[in-house]
């Protein structure tokens, strides 16, 4: 079983969908939410999961960013998943986690990433960029923003779109598809590293 922390910021529908996965049950296990707001949607999500959460920060009842991998490790963590986590990890957590924390974003990496692309901005360059595809991109974290290397990708057709907004829901049911779809991937140990390209593993 595969003890996963998920980091989240907003309404938590990718937390959402870890948890509903089918393909999840027996395999991973979301044992924490953490997040660096004090209240959000994902919390409530939690509560309804009966998952322990905790927010980052100074405040009496929060956990320090000193005291995360302390905590990560009290909860025996195997694994960090970023899903909607707008802060920049730090390098400790990066460096005890090792390969074993992935993010999801919502475009087509290493296009439209890094710092400042986040939520409707990134459907919005995405929009006035003119592109045809978009997608989702989930990779493994390093110390820069949206740079370590790719695991999975699923792309949308945005060729007839005429929104931003339209972007953003076409990604979003694709993030939901593809981020239960390479955690089973991760559980079963079938992400390997061959010469310096992911593969997943049938
Ligand atoms: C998702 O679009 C994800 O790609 C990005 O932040 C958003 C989180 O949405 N990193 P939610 O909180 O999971 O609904």
Same mark, same amino acid.
């Given at each position: 079983?595969?003890?996963? =922390?998920?980091?989240?910021? *907003?309404? %938590?529908?990718? !937390?959402?969908a870890? !948890?509903n996965?089918?393909?999840?049950?027996?395999? +991973?296990? +979301?044992?924490?939410?953490?997040?660096? /707001?004090?209240?959000? *949607? #994902?919390?409530?999500?939690?509560?309804?999961?009966?998952?322990?959460?905790?927010?980052?920060? &100074?405040?009496?009842?929060?956990? /320090?960013?000193?005291?995360?991998?302390?905590?990560? $490790?009290?909860?025996k963590?195997?694994?960090?998943?970023? =899903?909607?986590?707008?802060? !920049?990890?730090?390098?400790?957590?990066?460096?005890?986690?090792?390969?074993?924390i992935?993010?999801?974003?919502?475009?087509?990496?290493?296009?439209?990433?890094?710092? *400042?692309?986040?939520?409707?901005n990134?459907?919005?360059?995405?929009y &006035?960029?003119? #592109?045809?595809v978009?997608?989702?991109?989930?990779?493994?974290?390093?110390?820069e923003?949206?740079k370590? $290397?790719?695991?999975?990708? /699923?792309?949308?057709?945005?060729?007839?779109?005429?929104?931003?907004?339209?972007? #953003?829901?076409?990604?979003?049911?694709?993030?939901?598809?593809?981020?239960?779809?390479?955690?089973? /991937?991760? =559980?079963?140990? $079938?992400?390997?590293?061959? %010469?310096?390209?992911?593969?997943? !593993?049938p």
């Amino acid at each position: 079983m595969l003890r996963t =922390a998920v980091f989240v910021s *907003g309404r %938590g529908s990718n !937390l959402d969908a870890i !948890l509903n996965s089918e393909e999840l049950i027996n395999k +991973v296990s +979301v044992q924490l939410v953490i997040s660096d /707001k004090e209240n959000c *949607g #994902a919390f409530e999500i939690a509560k309804r999961f009966n998952i322990n959460f905790f927010t980052i920060g &100074e405040k009496e009842n929060n956990i /320090k960013s000193s005291q995360l991998v302390d905590l990560l $490790k009290e909860y025996k963590i195997d694994f960090i998943v970023l =899903a909607g986590y707008l802060k !920049l990890i730090p390098s400790e957590l990066i460096k005890n986690f090792n390969e074993k924390i992935i993010n999801i974003h919502p475009a087509l990496l290493p296009s439209f990433g890094g710092k *400042g692309m986040y939520g409707i901005n990134v459907h919005k360059a995405v929009y &006035e960029s003119s #592109a045809k595809v978009s997608g989702a991109t989930i990779h493994f974290v390093n110390e820069e923003y949206d740079k370590g $290397k790719i695991i999975a990708q /699923k792309v949308v057709d945005i060729s007839d779109v005429k929104s931003p907004e339209e972007i #953003a829901e076409k990604v979003l049911k694709v993030e939901h598809q593809l981020l239960p779809f390479v955690l089973k /991937k991760i =559980a079963e140990n $079938k992400i390997v590293n061959i %010469g310096g390209r992911i593969k997943i !593993l049938p």
